[in-house]
């Protein structure tokens, strides 16, 4: 069973309430991704109330996923590179790269 099944095959409604608050730590792969979306909107010149106001969300939000603090779903990531102009699979492309460049120092 999948960590989630459980609450999904519950007839109790309370399940939810032990439903985590907080994402756990962030790993090496994840802080990677953070750090290159943080690059990229800098590097687009923008700051993160700009691009919360063109992603339809808050500042505070945008904080929240570049910190790690929030799970940056599929595609709330295609929109946000969207808006940064970098194409997905290159994005994805990089992404892989990097991963795996650090792999092999680990």
Sequence with gaps: ATP???FVESADPCEF???P??????TGQ???LLRM??????GAGLDQTSLANRLG????EVSKYERGE???DILRL?????ILQVDFTTFADALDQELKRQDLMA
Excluded: H, K, N, Y
Aim: proline share 3%; glycine share 4%.
């Design 70 to 72: 929030r799970a940056l």
């Design 17 to 19: 309430d032990r439903w």
């Design 30 to 32: 994840q802080r990677t």
């Design 37 to 42: 979306l943080v690059q990229l909107r800098e």
């Design 21 to 26: 608050r907080r994402l756990p730590r962030r």
């Design 4 to 6: 989630t099944s459980q």
């Design 78 to 82: 295609r929109d946000w590179l969207g």
């Design 57 to 60: 969300i808050t500042q505070s």
